[in-house]
């Protein structure tokens, strides 16, 4: 996919005040300081589209931007850095809990997850919130510039048995570095299998 036009549409404390449901809709979410603003600037090829900041917990509402007028970017607040006063995990999912379980045009979650630390409990509660829900959602492991690739391959390889615990099958998983611009390609491609036809 070529990403040709972003647009940013509107911030969104709640789901009834979100943008009309008329297009498919890619949601990404993650721990405080995972890279996710970093990420998605990486995706839509935007150095300052989605605000970056050495402060953890900066997105505290739903911020809705519109890709090649085709398909909605939803960007989620963040969790788990509660000490900068952004959402806790639980916090996290009452805040969005009405819109990951009833925003009918979302077609799937990215669950940003930090390459470089062992599964942390809140991020596996959180999948296993939304294997609950059956919301459909991928895993995307960020910084990994920040790693040797032997140490990411155990990494994963540890995810994947923590998950195999508790999944039948382990989700979708992208590698990403916003650094090196890697994963970009790779994400952008299942999203236009998913539910964009470009």
């Given amino acids: 996919m070529e990403v040709r036009k972003v647009?940013?549409?509107?911030?969104?404390?709640?789901?009834?005040?979100?943008?009309k449901a008329g297009l498919p809709e890619y949601a990404f979410a993650g721990r405080s300081n995972v890279g996710k603003?970093?990420?998605?600037?990486?995706?839509?090829n935007l150095k300052n589209m989605a605000?970056?900041?050495?402060?953890?917990?900066?997105?505290?509402m739903i911020n809705h931007y519109l890709v090649n007028d085709q398909w909605y970017l939803a960007d989620l607040p963040g969790y788990g850095y509660a000490?900068?006063?952004?959402?806790?995990?639980?916090?996290?999912?009452?805040?969005?809990?009405e819109y990951l379980l009833n925003r009918e045009n979302l077609v799937c979650l990215f669950l940003l997850i930090d390459c470089r630390h062992k599964p942390l409990k809140n991020d596996l509660n959180i999948?296993?919130?939304?294997?609950?829900?059956?919301?459909?959602f991928v895993l995307v492991f960020t910084k990994t510039d920040k790693i040797t690739a032997g140490i990411l391959e155990r990494n994963?390889?540890?995810?994947r048995q923590i998950l195999l615990e508790a999944w039948e099958e382990v989700p979708v998983i992208f590698t990403a570095?916003?650094?090196?611009?890697?994963?970009?390609?790779?994400?952008?491609?299942?999203i236009d299998r998913t539910g964009v036809n470009i």
């Fill in 83 to 97: 000490r900068a006063g952004s959402l806790t995990q639980h916090a996290f999912i009452h805040s969005i809990s």
């Fill in 177 to 190: 570095s916003s650094v090196k611009h890697s994963g970009r390609n790779e994400i952008l491609d299942f």
């Fill in 37 to 44: 603003s970093s990420l998605i600037n990486m995706l839509v």
């Fill in 127 to 136: 999948m296993a919130w939304l294997g609950m829900h059956k919301i459909p």
């Fill in 7 to 19: 647009k940013f549409i509107k911030s969104s404390p709640d789901l009834k005040s979100c943008p």
């Fill in 156 to 159: 994963l390889e540890y995810y």
């Fill in 51 to 60: 605000k970056t900041s050495s402060l953890p917990g900066k997105t505290r």
